[in-house]
């Protein structure tokens, strides 16, 4: 798959998403450090990417419509835990999840530490 990673996430999330076969575009690489969310959006729309943010504004399914993209990843870890070590873990408990994959497009995934929730819009 191809996923395009939210500059909220650590910037060693491409490694992790690269290791387990997949392409992973960081958006401060193609020049979205620091934009608005409408337009990670779009980008990631135009380009077929995955969006993999902890920003939870992304959840609102009324503003970015799953069925409108290939997938919308929403990290959630315990508030306790939000380390960039609790997140990566997060992350590749989630790349493990190869099942979800196919599932994904047109939906909202929201990782959380005991659960990923897939729902579309």
């Keep these: ?17 690269h290791r387990y076969g997949h392409e992973a575009v960081d958006v401060r ?12 959006a779009a980008y990631a729309r135009k380009h077929g990417f995955c969006l993999v943010t902890g920003d939870f504004d992304f959840s609102d399914i ?3 419509p799953p069925a409108e993209y290939a997938g ?15 997140i990566l ?3 590749e408990g989630f790349l493990k999840q190869t099942e979800l994959f196919a599932e994904l497009p047109g ?4 990782v959380r530490p005991e659960h990923v929730r897939v729902r579309s819009g």
């Design 1 to 17: 798959m191809r996923f395009l990673i939210d500059e909220d996430l650590p910037r060693s999330s491409n490694l992790l998403f």
């Design 29 to 40: 690489d193609v020049g979205l450090r620091g934009k608005k969310d409408s337009e990670i």
């Design 62 to 64: 009324r503003a970015y």
């Design 72 to 86: 919308i990843v929403v990290v959630n870890p315990s508030p306790l835990r939000a380390t960039a070590r609790a």
């Design 89 to 91: 873990d997060l992350l």
């Design 107 to 110: 939906k909202l995934a929201i």
